[in-house]
């Protein structure tokens, strides 16, 4: 079983959902984001986030998987500030639905003035609500701008346990976990993280606060990036509890805090979900145990994201 | 039956589930709605209700299933939650007699709810005051691609039958059947049973039977009263050519038909036609499991 704590689904097919649910991806959680292009009304942003809590959390549930997001404005757009001022107003709207295990995701693109404000007023309104919170960290100038999102939620007095710093690589590992946060990896081509080099991080750091995430979107990724590193750790002898935390039991715990996404969700769902939002995962009927598969299925020819 | 009155036996409902001292916290948001509260006062007790209550089924005995069809006729909770019923209350309780203010704020809570909020507040239709103002938000669930949403419109709730002009009511029966639901639990079937829903309806026979794809035998339900002869001779088709169960509700359709020719074919068919006329088996046991 694993927990996919970073995918765009709303930009992913059907197929992808179907891999996902045969490699054993019981969960996946959906960060708000800009959507490739900058909105420009406010009015889009609430259908966005009402498309994340509402239509694709059935669509997930009609390939048995349980769908999750966060809600928050992106480092991107907070440099539109009449944007960013009307987002604010709404986000207390949403930050309550069920389903949302975070303010998420937040941070810095540029280090703007406008990403620092927005940035700030968000993690205020996590401590306000208790949520956890996903830190996007930047692709440019990644490891200041990783250092700036830390020091900034400690000066906002987050708890560590309760932020995940998204997107690390080999630069910036040490520091978040030295300060207590969560430290994520999204498992990307070309740009991020390949699942061999994290393969290394989980051998040079071990498990504890540690996880992985496909961070699919509208690009180039994979959605089976988690099961795939998985099987990549299992044939380097990675100890299967070690894999089942960096895979599963991590994001579950940290995204858990916010009393939203709890493994029984799919293990032995409320009745009321299973008649109506909750389909296509006849595994799981009459309170059976899932039955997936270890090795994820198709997968084998492809294990390798560089 | 006054909203007091339903938000009452919604209320008893909500405290004989809930945790003690969720009971409480669900009581004081009431109370505090009731008496004029803020639109933030709202958002926050719908946003907490199934943190606080949780979602688990409300488990209606017959009693009480009764009771509610008493306070309000059509109305079917049989497979609410607690959560629901909460929900449901707060809104009820934020109407101080102004319409225009009513229907604002619930379209308001519509256009930016969760899946499980909209869920619960189409199934709310037939309680809301003022039903003469939701028609068109009715629809608009009608028309969504979540079934789960379409179906807490369509299935178990009286608002449709009671509101929905003759196009909007035959859209919904023909989606009903195009996104694979059920139509029995859709109140109301046979009293709206109209010419054009069983011209739409055959025309659709017709097409799954031309893709090679199997045709609901529930389809039938709203074809037989007003079966014209191409409708008839469609049924006579089920009838030669059907499997069992489509055999069954043909036959049931054509006894709800009064044409002579429906009579002649159901000749051609005594044991069906014994049965059928027996109401056995009934239309909800022919619907697939």
Known sequence: ?306 | MTNAALIDLLSTWVIRKAPTDAACWFEQQATKLRSGATDKDLYLALGYAIRRLGKSDLGLSPDELAAARTARPGWDPGDWSIDQAARLVFILATDDGDAARFKARLEQLFRTADIGELITFYRGLPLYPYPELHIARAREGARSAMQPIFEAVAHRNPYPLERFDENAWNHMVLKALFVGSKLHPIQGLDARANPSLMRMLCDYAHERWAASRPVSPELWRCVGPHADHAAIDDLARVLAAGGAVDRQAAALALTACSAPAARELLARVPELARAAAAGSPGWAALAAP
């Open chain 1, 1 to 306: 079983m694993f927990v996919d704590s970073h995918t765009h689904m709303i930009s992913r097919t059907t197929d992808d959902y179907e891999r996902m649910a045969a490699a054993g991806v019981m969960a996946c959680i959906e960060p708000a984001f800009w959507l490739g292009q900058p909105r420009t009304h406010v009015g889009t942003y609430i259908d966005y986030l009402s498309m994340i809590c509402g239509f694709e959390r059935f669509r997930a549930g009609q390939f048995g998987l349980r769908h999750y997001c966060t809600v928050g404005l992106n480092s991107k757009e907070a440099n539109n500030e009449e944007l960013a001022d009307a987002v604010m107003e709404i986000l207390p709207r949403y930050a309550l639905k069920e389903g949302v295990v975070a303010i998420g995701e937040i941070g810095y693109d540029e280090q703007t003035a406008l990403e620092d404000k927005y940035y700030r007023l968000q993690l205020e309104l996590a401590k306000e609500l208790a949520l956890p919170v996903m830190v996007h960290t930047p692709h440019r100038d990644k490891r200041q701008g990783t250092l700036r999102s830390m020091a900034v939620a400690l000066e906002h007095k987050l708890d560590p346990s309760w932020v995940v710093i998204d997107h690390n690589n080999e630069e910036t590992v040490r520091d978040v976990l030295d300060r207590g946060f969560w430290a994520a990896f999204s498992i990307y081509p070309f740009t991020k993280m390949g699942n061999e080099r994290m393969v290394d991080i989980v051998k040079t750091y071990g498990a504890e606060r540690i996880f992985c995430d496909s961070a699919c979107d509208w690009g180039v990724s994979d959605p089976l990036a988690v099961p795939k590193t998985a099987e990549l750790m299992r044939r380097a002898q990675i100890a299967e509890d070690v894999i089942r935390k960096v895979t599963y039991d991590n994001p579950l715990a940290a995204y858990g805090k916010s009393g939203q996404i709890n493994e029984q969700d799919w293990l032995n769902p409320p009745s009321i979900d299973q008649r109506t939002l909750y389909m296509g995962n006849s595994v799981l009927r009459g309170g059976q145990a899932p039955r997936i598969d270890e090795v994820p299925r198709g997968v084998d020819d492809n294990l390798h994201i560089a």
